[in-house]
């Protein structure tokens, strides 16, 4: 009985002293964070990519068919941004209407329906949502 009493004893002690020390961990990016600690970096957005964001999630319904990595309907974001930097071309421009696909041509009638939208907004609008997708690298 006694050598229950202290192997029970033992192990209480050690699983408390694991449990109670100041274990550390990290996050994704490697930084250490304590248990229950709140994050205290502030993170700031660029204003143009906060309302490009909010357009192409919203008003401007580009989501049904852009994801940022994924061809859904049509070509994903990144694939986008990537031919309009090479070729130096204005994503607001196409979608006012302006110019010819210079993507995935064979969805330009698909994308031309959305025009109605991409046209009523301000070139302000237009020119946020390019540089929200620009925010893609």
């Not at 274990?23 to 964070?33: F, I, M, R, S, W």
């Amino acid at each position: 009985m006694k050598f229950i009493s202290k192997s029970l004893f033992v192990l209480v002690l050690v699983f408390s002293i694991t449990n109670c020390s100041d274990k550390k961990e990290t996050d994704k990016y490697g930084n250490t964070v304590e248990e229950n600690s709140i994050p205290t970096t502030e993170t700031t957005i660029d204003p143009l990519v906060a309302k490009g964001r909010e357009l192409f999630e919203g008003k401007g319904t580009c989501t049904a068919c852009h994801k940022p990595d994924v061809k859904v309907v049509g070509p994903s974001i990144k694939e986008i941004t990537k031919i309009y930097k090479e070729k130096g071309a204005s994503i607001a421009s196409f979608i006012n209407g302006e110019g010819e696909p210079i993507v995935d041509a064979s969805q330009y009638e698909i994308m031309k329906a959305n025009f109605v939208i991409t046209k009523a907004m301000t070139s302000e609008e237009r020119r946020a949502l390019e540089i929200y997708m620009m925010s893609f690298e």
